[in-house]
T-cell receptor, first 113, second 112 residues
Framework: SQELEQSPQSLIVQEGKNLTINCTSS?????LYWYKQKYGEGLIFLMM?????EEKSHEKITAKLDEKKQQSSLHITASQPSHAGIYLC?????????????FGKGTLLTVNP | KAGVTQTPRYLIKTRGQQVTLSCSPI?????VSWYQQTPGQGLQFLFE???????NKGNFPGRFSGRQFSNSRSEMNVSTLELGDSALYLC???????????FGSGTQLSVL
């Protein structure tokens, strides 16, 4: 089964600093999702990447997909306390169907004011 | 448009009991998935229903079951609860199988 490894597991940054979270898949990626979660709550959709080389941005968050490396990165520019939370990457189980989304264990981000 | 609604929000049960969790998807969404989230294992897929049929199932024992009704609402049942079943149970819906998931706020289950 597909496994997604996220790094780092946790991250503490000072407000205003940039940061990057990585997600590496054990198998070919057929679409990659990024979600954010506040502790004990549901997941909020951030972005979906479907093609190799694709890059998407939303406000100060940018995600990229490197199909060859089976990896995606999430970059936050000028972090703010509102960016704090758990970031999870998710990927479909097989090409085109996404019947079953597998998620990484998440990266806990703390932003100190 | 209302989001995914899960009830109850919190639940406390004792070992050996059974529990039923409910999920109402976003209007128009026919697919409902269930996930279990624990600090050690992370987010793990339980099963997915589409138009009242179970489409896919994760690696969980038969004590975990679910169903979907004609109005797309879904229920998940766990019988003979064990301490290790304590977790946040998340429900997610989507319009079609290739679209993104919309998650509910979850049901926090504590088994004592």
């Amino acid at each position: 089964s597909q496994e997604l490894e996220q790094s780092p597991q946790s991250l503490i940054v000072q407000e205003g600093k940039n940061l990057t979270i990585n997600c590496t898949s054990s198998k070919t990626l057929y679409g990659l999702y990024w979600y954010k979660q506040k502790y004990g709550e549901g997941l909020i959709f951030l972005m979906m990447l479907q093609k190799g080389g694709e890059e998407k941005s939303h406000e100060k968050i940018t995600a990229k997909l490197d199909e060859k490396k089976q990896q995606s990165s999430l970059h936050i520019t000028a972090s703010q306390p509102s960016h704090a939370g758990i970031y999870l990457c998710g990927a479909g189980s097989s090409g085109g169907s996404n019947y079953k989304l597998t998620f990484g264990k998440g990266t806990l981000l703390t932003v100190n004011p | 448009k209302a989001g995914v609604t899960q009830t109850p929000r919190y639940l406390i049960k004792t070992r050996g009991q059974q529990v039923t969790l409910s999920c109402s998807p976003i209007s128009g969404h026919r697919s409902v998935s269930w996930y279990q989230q624990t600090p050690g294992q992370g987010l793990q897929f339980l099963f997915e229903y589409f138009s009242e049929t179970q489409r896919n199932k994760g690696n969980f024992p038969g004590r975990f079951s679910g169903r979907q009704f004609s109005n797309s609402r879904s229920e998940m049942n766990v019988s003979t609860l064990e301490l290790g079943d304590s977790a946040l149970y998340l429900c997610a819906s989507r319009r079609g199988v290739t679209e993104k998931l919309f998650f509910g706020s979850g049901t926090q289950l504590s088994v004592l």
